[in-house]
């Protein structure tokens, strides 16, 4: 899926081109749209600095969801949907990498009414529950994200969603942070706070986007979720039961 939709840049030398069997440079492109390209440089849209339209930019050339990831700093985000586009179960397994052990996720095969492998030796899995949301930027950038929330930000915002005074959940923005420290014995929570719009626009400079623009940075659906292989989970499976 493409996040972002192709911008023209300034206007540069053609290369030389060859035909299909590389026999040497083709005679110069006689399309009407390069003889007479209506747009000046005074027209064009300026290439954006700063950090959010870096992610931005980095997120777009991949083909997976982007997650979207909680921090100290407050950030302010909105929802897209009033619910959730995807639901699911997933497992966390450990594996190994060049840099020592990590945590994958695995979608569990119960979500789509299968057996699954890593059920079968004692591992639970995760409830998850995604929603499309749009990061809003230093300059006041969209940046489509996928939030994977487990039980207790879903109930959060199952509350908001409900609440006649916040919801639905596209009616306002909201003001997301996470506290604490990881690690061994340490604990992180992610609070999340609806503002309105006149808070977002005087505590944080946030204008209002327009929905052109929203509508320009896309949604996930649930198809971005992946199914892994019986035969993957069932090679998984066996090296956990070995292990233990």
Excluded at 8 to 30: C, H, M, V
Excluded at 50 to 79: C, L, R, Y
Excluded at 204 to 228: F, H, L, Q, R
């Amino acid at each position: 899926m493409s996040d972002a939709q192709p911008r023209t840049l300034r206007s540069r030398p053609r290369p030389k081109e060859e035909d299909e069997d590389g026999n040497g440079a083709l005679p110069p492109s006689t399309d009407s749209d390069d003889a007479s390209d209506p747009l000046t440089d005074a027209q064009l849209p300026p290439v954006l600095g700063g950090w959010s339209q870096g992610q931005k930019e980095m997120d777009s050339t991949s083909t997976f969801a982007q997650a979207f990831k909680p921090d100290a700093d407050i950030q302010i985000i909105k929802f897209l949907d009033d619910a959730p586009y995807a639901n699911y179960r997933r497992h966390w397994i450990e594996r190994m990498g060049q840099n020592g052990s990590y945590k994958r996720p695995y979608t569990c095969l119960g979500t789509v009414q299968m057996e699954c492998p890593i059920c079968s030796v004692g591992d639970r899995p995760q409830a998850v529950s995604s929603f499309n949301i749009v990061v809003i930027g230093d300059e006041n950038q969209l940046t489509l994200k996928s939030w994977d929330v487990g039980a207790r930000l879903f109930n959060t915002l199952k509350g908001y969603a409900q609440d006649a005074r916040i919801g639905p959940l596209t009616k306002g923005y909201f003001a997301v942070n996470k506290t604490g420290k990881g690690g061994q014995g340490g604990t992180v929570s992610v609070n999340v706070a609806p503002i309105g719009p006149a808070a977002a626009r005087e505590d944080y400079n946030i204008e209002a986007p327009k929905p052109e623009a929203i509508k320009a940075v896309g949604k996930y659906d649930s198809t971005i979720v992946e199914i892994p292989k019986v035969a993957d989970l069932k090679e998984i499976a066996a090296e956990m039961a070995d292990y233990d």
